[in-house]
Nanobody, 126 residues
Framework: QVQLVESGGGSVQAGGSLRLSCAAY????????MGWFRQAPGKEREGVAF????????YYADSVKGRFTISQDNAKDQVYLQMNSLKSEDTAMYYC???????????????????WGQGTQVTVSS
């Protein structure tokens, strides 16, 4: 049974930084796409940043390019999201998600992800 456990959310002022972590447990083979979605109250869930575990290929939403960086630590089976220059519009619940796959194509398609973390709140005050 695959489990994803997130940590690192919190409250920060605009312009600040936060780092989210997602620890993965129970994978039976390595090929998978992992990343982060977010959902603000009254808005649809949107893909933020993704990484193909192994190759390290990364994918970002336009709204976070240049500010957020996704990375992996294969030894610890963890994925990280470094968020810099945070804006009030980044306020949302952030969810780690993963799926077994050969690539991260269609990374913004949330129904294609079979495994989800419990979510961690990020609040940015202006």
């Amino acid at each position: 049974q695959v489990q994803l456990v997130e940590s690192g959310g919190g409250s920060v002022q605009a312009g600040g930084s936060l780092r989210l972590s997602c620890a993965a447990y129970g994978y039976t083979y390595a090929g998978r796409c992992m990343g982060w979605f977010r959902q603000a109250p009254g808005k649809e869930r949107e893909g933020v940043a993704f990484i193909y575990v192994g190759s390290g290929s990364t994918y970002y939403a336009d709204s976070v390019k240049g500010r957020f960086t996704i990375s992996q630590d294969n030894a610890k089976d963890q994925v990280y999201l470094q968020m810099n220059s945070l804006k009030s519009e980044d306020t949302a619940m952030y969810y780690c998600a993963a799926r077994y796959d050969n690539n991260c194509n269609r990374w913004g398609d949330s129904p294609s992800f079979a495994y989800w973390g419990q979510g961690t709140q990020v609040t940015v005050s202006s």
